[in-house]
């Protein structure tokens, strides 16, 4: 017997620095939210505020 665990997420998508910023910006569009851009992009809401949170300490330096 053979049992396969499916989640709904990707297992660790790697994403490219412009990558990340887009999905950072893309949350300060009208009518936008993290979980919004989470559930299109198919990426936990964690991951997208973690982005937030890198790119802000990168740009407060």
């Not at 790697?14 to 009208?30: A, C, H, S």
């Not at 993290?34 to 964690?46: E, N, Y």
């Not at 991951?47 to 990168?58: G, K, P, Q, R």
């Amino acid at each position: 017997m053979h049992a396969e665990v499916l989640g709904r997420f990707k297992r660790r998508e790697r994403w490219t620095q412009q990558q990340r910023l887009r999905m950072v910006g893309e949350t300060f569009l009208p009518d936008n939210s993290v979980s919004r851009l989470a559930r299109v992009q198919d990426v936990p809401a964690w991951e997208v505020v973690s982005f937030m949170t890198n790119y802000h300490s990168i740009s407060a330096m």
